[in-house]
């Protein structure tokens, strides 16, 4: 009688351990598809921001940024402000050239599909000297990587994430 019992108890806990991991897996995955079709949904309106969390570039090492450092995409503007760490082929004339900091009105947006569900933002700014392309891979958990490549300076790249925003 005891035997059975205890097999009864370590049977039943057995079950009761996969069903709740069962429905944890399904609550994680109902939560990862609704992050993707928020995404998704950004991408395709033009409406979002890039937070820059760690700067990469071309000659160096891999630094972290705080949350100060964004691009943020408009359907009918980008407003980018973010660091530059590497060479210039030409020297800044101010101070306030130093970084990738500008607003453009004029701009190329195109939006492609990946694999796995990732897309790729091509940004070319029109009515910008310095950067030729602002080139953005989002994943569907909202994590980015920007490139930016430059006429005359090093090609520099930014991971982070992307979020909503508001034009205020």
């Excluded at 691009?71 to 009918?76: E, G």
Aim: hydrophobic residues 35%; charged residues 20%; aromatic residues 10%.
């Amino acid at each position: 009688m005891k035997k059975s019992f205890w097999k009864f108890i370590i049977i039943a806990s057995v079950v009761t351990g996969v069903l709740q991991n069962a429905n944890g897996q399904n609550a994680k995955s109902d939560k990862e598809a609704a992050k993707a079709l928020t995404i998704k949904h950004e991408i395709e309106s033009g409406n979002f921001t890039f937070i820059a969390r760690s700067v990469s570039p071309l000659r160096g090492l891999s630094r972290p940024l705080n949350a100060y450092y964004s691009m943020q995409v408009f359907k009918d503007s980008v407003i980018c402000y973010l660091p530059f760490i590497g060479r210039a082929y030409t020297a800044p004339v101010t101070t306030a050239e130093s970084g990738i900091d500008f607003t453009s009105t004029r701009l190329k947006y195109n939006v492609t599909q990946g694999r796995k569900n990732t897309w790729r933002i091509s940004i070319k700014p029109q009515d910008q000297f310095n950067t030729r392309e602002l080139l953005l891979t989002v994943f569907t958990n909202g994590e980015s990587s920007l490139q930016v490549t430059s006429n005359n300076r090093d090609p520099i790249s930014f991971d982070g994430y992307i979020k909503n925003n508001t034009k205020e």
